[in-house]
C-alpha cells in the first residue's frame, strides 16, 4: 500500500520559511518522479514543483520559482520543499504525489499517487 505523508505545513508571517516534507512507503521511490501540489480555497490544483526520480532535474511554477526549493533523499524516501520569502498567496494546502516514470510533469493527472495534505498558512 502506497503512503505519502506529509508534515511541515504550519502559520508563518510573510517573509518567513516554511520546509515541507513527504514520507513515502509502499512503492519504489527512487523510481519515481515526484511533484508538489497546492490546491487554495476556491481554486484548482495548482502545480508548484517536481523533480525526476534522480534528482538531477528540477521544474518550478513561475509564481515560486526563486524562492522555493524541491529536493529528494532517494536514501530516506523523503521529498522536500525548501519554502522562502512567503507570500500571503502561497496560503494553501500542499500536496505531494508520485507516478512511476523518469521524467517529472506540472500535470497532476500524470501522478498516481497522493499524499493526504499539509495546510500552509501565510499572514500578511
Known amino acids: 500500500q502506497v503512503q505519502l505523508v506529509e508534515s511541515g505545513g504550519g502559520l508563518v508571517q510573510a517573509g518567513g520559511s516554511l520546509r515541507l516534507s513527504c514520507a513515502a512507503s509502499?512503492?519504489?521511490?527512487?523510481?519515481?518522479?515526484m511533484g508538489w501540489f497546492r490546491q487554495a480555497p476556491g481554486k484548482e490544483c495548482e502545480f508548484v514543483a517536481a523533480?525526476?526520480?534522480?534528482?538531477?532535474?528540477?521544474n518550478y511554477a513561475d509564481a515560486v520559482k526563486g524562492r522555493f526549493t524541491i529536493s529528494r533523499d532517494n536514501a530516506k524516501s523523503t521529498l522536500y520543499l525548501q519554502m522562502n520569502s512567503l507570500e500571503p498567496v502561497d496560503t494553501a494546502v500542499y500536496y505531494c504525489?508520485?507516478?512511476?516514470?523518469?521524467?517529472?510533469?506540472?500535470?497532476?493527472?500524470?501522478?498516481?499517487?497522493w499524499g493526504q495534505g499539509t495546510q500552509v498558512t501565510v499572514s500578511s
Open positions: 504525489a508520485a507516478k512511476y516514470a523518469l521524467l517529472a510533469s506540472s500535470d497532476y493527472r500524470q501522478y498516481g499517487y
Open positions: 509502499g512503492l519504489t521511490f527512487s523510481g519515481s518522479a
Open positions: 523533480i525526476t526520480r534522480s534528482g538531477f532535474s528540477k
